[in-house]
């Protein structure tokens, strides 16, 4: 085997501390995402993560969810530092050649899909400042979930209660970053209320990478009586023309990591970027309102669902004439509308025997988008990032429809699980520009996924399961949109996958808890970068590929306050199918042999005072298919963070000092996967700064 580099050995090491002493073990989680139904984690035959409130908020801006989410093995998420693109979120390799936004992995904000009908979601929606915690479900179970269930990341955000409160937060770090929000929440009787509002401004690290996210969130809770509950949550996310930096050269990255690749035939001294040129950037104004409604007869359960929103986004791309010339291309700006809406439906039925207790979910999920979707020319004249003349103009709908059931055997130390979902997906497209010729068409995919597992309590203080799934991923929308001649690619096919998955849940230690997960994916018709350039992205069907691995996280505490976290996760994705000019055994763009996180903390006995440090390390990550490219190298960096808080009369004060990349390394953060001009690397910030204020006032 090939030895580790010295950055990640010594990350590793770092995240694996030895333990002594004695205190109390981190608490038992009790999760929903896996099963649908309350459980102790230990219970549950699959890999599955909590990241508690404390994690989200504390020493952070809680801008991005790769803030909180850094510390889950499995899963990646690549902070961009590119708000016009969205996070990079994948589990086990799924979603890591995402252009932009989520794919690959199922988002859900209580109980409400962020993710859209093709399987592109934004993690952007997500209101962090609220949050009470975040489940990542990972593994055969995340089938259950459907079409892009490569794994679940499922937000809940925190309900009213007595006594009412007040709170603002003023936040600012380096790169001009600053950040203000303003909640209240609280409960009168049966009625719980939470209000949030934020704002967030960044001049951005890299050139021409400056934006303002606006946030607004309401969530409403009554329970009219002791049996039934009914939950209204309100979301609004604008900004208003995001810059986008775009990706460079290794030359480029090299010679200085905040500059953007140079236009060679910009005649003008000196000569401006790709990105000034074009002045790309992207606005988003985002709504939405769901309900859900639960009633309870004795243990079983009735629950309904119904959402609705809209999405406006305006993207100007780097596109030159030369290259929008052909009639069949459609243009460097991208304008649409969407519409969307969805419903749900489950009944939970609890029977108990002499022998242990059977729990069966049986439901029905249904969601549609509608995009009113236009394209233009990005210039007038010799006036670039401007919209010019119409080049595409049609009506792109979305739809599924997807009846599931699942059920639990309990008995003894036994848990069986069984479930089986069948997912429609319809695609159909109206083309209203017919001087490229007519795109109009459909899709439909249909693939029933089933899941099995099964977990055995050798001791109370280990669990042993196992797992196996089948499912699928269809083409995206936004996959979709261009094929090599530049029409609707309605060629493509979804991918296929079976997953496998064993592991052991355990306490080594009184202080002491430990997961360990193996698994392995094998997928065909697997969705590939065809071409990449200036934000536009077409995809085309590979062969086989492989996914193995192991995931490894452990929670420890001691006396006087001080605690542990490490998560280690080792995956060899790869080609399993030699395809065009990429061999079998290459392995697949994005995704990291190695990713480790491990972090030291310490609180005083009365809460006043906290300190943690923090390490990450990455291993290297191709940008493209056939490996020949520079990859981006492996990383390791080093975090601290310093909080404090204080009580006075009904005043609760808190502060937060943060310094990240300790030692400035200077590294590639992400990579824009098979970009055709070789412009791959985005570069993360060097060594920088956080600090924070909040004042809460409980009534």
């Known amino acids: 085997m090939r030895r580790l580099p010295f950055h990640l050995r010594a990350a590793i090491a770092a995240a694996f501390p030895l333990a002594a002493g004695a205190a109390d073990i981190p608490g038992d989680l009790v999760v929903i995402t896996a099963s649908r139904i309350e459980h102790n984690s230990q219970d549950i035959p699959a890999a599955i993560d909590v990241v508690d409130a404390a994690r989200i908020r504390d020493g952070q801006l809680r801008v991005n969810a790769s803030e909180a989410l850094v510390a889950v093995p499995g899963l990646v998420v690549q902070n961009r530092y590119n708000y016009a693109q969205d996070l990079q979120i994948s589990s086990r390799g799924f979603g890591a050649r995402s252009a932009f936004g989520v794919r690959g992995v199922r988002l859900i904000a209580d109980g409400i899909p962020a993710t859209m009908p093709d399987g592109q979601g934004q993690a952007a929606t997500f209101n962090l400042d609220r949050a009470q915690r975040i489940e990542v479900l990972r593994g055969p179970f995340s089938a259950l979930y459907g079409n892009h269930s490569g794994g679940v990341v499922q937000l809940f955000t925190e309900e009213g209660k007595a006594p009412a409160s007040v709170e603002m937060s003023v936040m600012g770090g380096s790169d001009g970053t600053r950040k203000a929000d303003l909640s209240t929440q609280g409960r009168n009787g049966s009625m719980g209320y939470v209000l949030d509002a934020s704002r967030f401004d960044t001049d951005g690290y890299r050139d021409h990478s400056a934006a303002r996210r606006?946030?607004?969130?309401?969530?409403?809770?009554?329970?009219?009586?002791?049996?039934?509950?009914?939950?209204?949550?309100?979301?609004?996310?604008?900004?208003?023309?995001?810059?986008?930096?775009?990706?460079?050269?290794?030359?480029?990255?090299?010679?200085?990591?905040?500059?953007?690749?140079?236009?060679?035939?910009?005649?003008?001294?000196?000569?401006?970027?790709?990105?000034?040129?074009?002045?790309?950037?992207?606005?988003?104004?985002?709504?939405?309102?769901?309900?859900?409604?639960?009633?309870?007869?004795?243990?079983?359960?009735?629950?309904?669902?119904?959402?609705?929103?809209?999405?406006?986004?305006?993207?100007?791309?780097?596109?030159?004439?030369?290259?929008?010339?052909p009639?069949?291309?459609?243009?460097?700006?991208?304008?649409?509308?969407?519409?969307?809406?969805?419903?749900?439906?489950?009944?939970?039925?609890?029977?108990?025997?002499?022998?242990?207790?059977?729990?069966?979910?049986?439901?029905?999920?249904?969601?549609?988008?509608?995009?009113?979707?236009?394209?233009?020319?990005?210039?007038?004249?010799?006036?670039?990032?401007?919209?010019?003349?119409?080049?595409?103009?049609?009506?792109?709908?979305?739809?599924?429809?997807?009846?599931?059931?699942?059920?639990?055997?309990?008995?003894?130390?036994?848990?069986?699980?069984?479930?089986?979902?069948?997912?429609?997906?319809?695609?159909?497209?109206?083309?209203?520009?017919?001087?490229?010729?007519?795109?109009?068409?459909?899709?439909?995919?249909?693939?029933?996924?089933?899941?099995?597992?099964?977990?055995?309590?050798?001791?109370?203080?280990?669990?042993?399961?196992?797992?196996?799934?089948?499912?699928?991923?269809?083409?995206?929308?936004?996959?979709?949109?261009?094929?090599?001649?530049?029409?609707?690619?309605?060629?493509?096919?979804?991918?296929?996958?079976?997953?496998?998955?064993?592991?052991?849940?355990?306490?080594?230690?009184?202080s002491t808890r430990a997961d360990v997960a193996l698994f392995q994916v094998r997928t065909r018709d697997e969705l590939v970068v065809d071409a990449s350039s200036g934000g536009r992205t077409s995809y085309r069907n590979a062969g086989r590929t492989l996914r193995q691995g192991v995931e490894v996280s452990l929670d420890t505490a001691w006396a006087?306050?001080?605690?542990?976290?490490?998560?280690?996760?080792?995956?060899?994705?790869?080609?399993?199918?030699?395809?065009?000019?990429?061999?079998?055994?290459?392995?697949?763009?994005?995704?990291?042999?190695?990713?480790?996180?491990?972090?030291?903390a310490w609180q005083d006995s009365a809460n006043r005072y906290g300190a943690a440090l923090e390490a990450l390390a990455n291993g290297r990550v191709y940008a493209e298919d056939t490996n020949r490219e520079q990859p981006a190298p492996g990383y390791a960096i080093v975090n601290l963070r310093l909080q404090a808080r204080q009580a006075l009369a009904g005043w609760r004060l808190r502060e937060f000092v943060r310094l990240g990349n300790l030692l400035d390394r200077q590294y590639v953060g992400s990579v824009i996967v098979g970009d055709t001009n070789k412009r791959y690397y985005e570069a993360a910030p060097g060594r920088n700064w956080q600090a924070g204020f909040s004042a809460q006032y409980l009534f």
Do not use: C
Not at 486 to 497: D, E
């Open 214 to 325: 606006e946030q607004a969130f309401a969530k409403l809770t009554f329970e009219p009586d002791q049996r039934s509950k009914l939950t209204v949550v309100a979301s609004a996310l604008r900004q208003d023309d995001s810059q986008d930096p775009l990706g460079v050269q290794w030359a480029t990255f090299l010679h200085d990591p905040r500059a953007g690749e140079t236009d060679p035939n910009d005649t003008t001294t000196p000569r401006h970027t790709f990105a000034e040129r074009y002045d790309t950037r992207k606005s988003i104004d985002h709504q939405q309102i769901g309900a859900s409604y639960d009633v309870h007869f004795g243990e079983q359960r009735l629950h309904l669902m119904l959402y609705g929103g809209n999405r406006e986004v305006a993207q100007y791309q780097a596109f030159s004439k030369a290259f929008q010339a």
């Open 327 to 510: 009639a069949s291309h459609s243009g460097g700006v991208i304008d649409f509308e969407r519409q969307f809406h969805g419903a749900a439906v489950s009944w939970r039925d609890v029977r108990r025997f002499d022998a242990g207790v059977l729990r069966t979910t049986v439901g029905v999920d249904y969601d549609r988008s509608s995009d009113d979707r236009q394209g233009y020319e990005n210039f007038v004249g010799n006036q670039l990032g401007v919209r010019g003349a119409l080049r595409r103009d049609e009506n792109d709908v979305v739809s599924n429809l997807d009846p599931y059931i699942q059920s639990e055997w309990q008995s003894g130390p036994w848990r069986l699980t069984a479930g089986l979902r069948h997912s429609r997906v319809k695609v159909a497209v109206d083309d209203r520009f017919r001087a490229n010729g007519d795109d109009s068409g459909g899709m439909t995919f249909s693939r029933t996924t089933p899941v099995l597992g099964g977990l055995y309590k050798a001791t109370p203080a280990l669990s042993l399961y196992a797992s196996a799934a089948r499912g699928f991923e269809t083409p995206t929308l936004n996959e979709s949109f261009y094929s090599a001649s530049g029409g609707f690619n309605f060629g493509l096919r979804p991918a296929r996958s079976t997953h496998v998955e064993a592991g052991a849940k355990l306490r080594l230690a009184e």
């Open 560 to 600: 006087n306050g001080v605690s542990a976290h490490a998560a280690l996760t080792g995956l060899r994705a790869i080609y399993d199918e030699a395809f065009a000019n990429v061999a079998k055994g290459n392995r697949l763009p994005g995704v990291a042999r190695v990713t480790a996180y491990g972090e030291l």
